[in-house]
């Protein structure tokens, strides 16, 4: 079984904090994302990564970075935390040219910011 | 319009009734098709992927896909107080470069 884990299930950061959220996968899957899930809004892509040191912007990137230095682990940065920010943020994999098809989701951490 | 429409529910039904989850869409370039479920505090899991028009069936779970009206639907049969969770659709086109998720239809079925 593909095994994502998350590195927190809940945070509570303050208003202009950085914020690194992690993700790791054990199955050797090329593609990662980063998305946020909010109610009435569904899941929105911020980032994914289809190889080591690759990232591609997704639908709302803005006041994200992330990072892939190794294949299994995918980084999320919040460069200077705001309130509306506060989410839940699931992280994913997939293998294949099918990059968005058969998504494997980690548990997902809520990020409340003060 | 949005690419995918998702009714949210709440969706709420007895112990043994047959469910009906359902999404609509607007893009005819999608050719794939999934459903997720999400229970409380879980991440998705996939929980059936098919392609172009038909049926697919999975124990108590069908999806079926109407590629003329732009319409999928996933049929629980027998639904069981286990089967409470989120439902989301997704969709894909050929190419895999566009991708779209449902925003959910929250399920609750009553013992």
């Known amino acids: 079984d593909v095994k994502v884990t998350q590195s927190s299930r809940y945070l509570v950061k303050r208003t202009g904090e950085k914020v690194f959220l992690e993700c790791v996968q054990d199955m050797d899957h090329e593609n990662m994302f980063w998305y946020r899930q909010d109610p009435g809004l569904g899941l929105r892509l911020i980032y994914f990564?289809?190889?080591?040191?690759?990232?591609e912007k997704g639908d709302i990137p803005e006041g994200y970075s992330v990072s892939r230095e190794k294949k299994e682990r995918f980084s999320l940065i919040l460069e200077s935390a705001s309130t509306n920010q506060t989410s839940m943020y699931l992280c994913?994999?997939?293998?294949?040219?099918?990059?968005?098809?058969?998504?494997?989701f980690g548990p997902g951490t809520r990020l409340t910011v003060l | 319009q949005k690419e995918v429409e998702q009714d949210p529910g709440p969706l709420s039904v007895p112990e043994g009734a047959i469910v009906s989850l359902n999404c609509t869409y607007s893009?005819?370039?999608?050719?794939?098709f999934m459903w997720y479920r999400q229970y409380s505090r879980k991440g998705p899991e996939l929980l059936m992927y098919t392609y172009s028009s038909g049926n697919k069936e999975d124990g108590r779970f069908t999806a079926q896909v109407d590629k003329s009206s732009k319409y999928i639907s996933l049929f629980i049969r027998d639904s069981q107080p286990s089967d409470s969770a989120t439902y989301l659709c997704a969709m894909s086109s050929l190419s895999g470069n566009q991708f779209y998720f449902g925003t959910g239809t929250s399920l609750t079925v009553i013992p």
């Open positions: 990564s289809y190889d080591v040191k690759m990232k």
């Open positions: 994913a994999t997939s293998w294949g040219d099918r990059v968005f098809d058969e998504q494997f």
């Open positions: 893009n005819s370039a999608f050719q794939y």
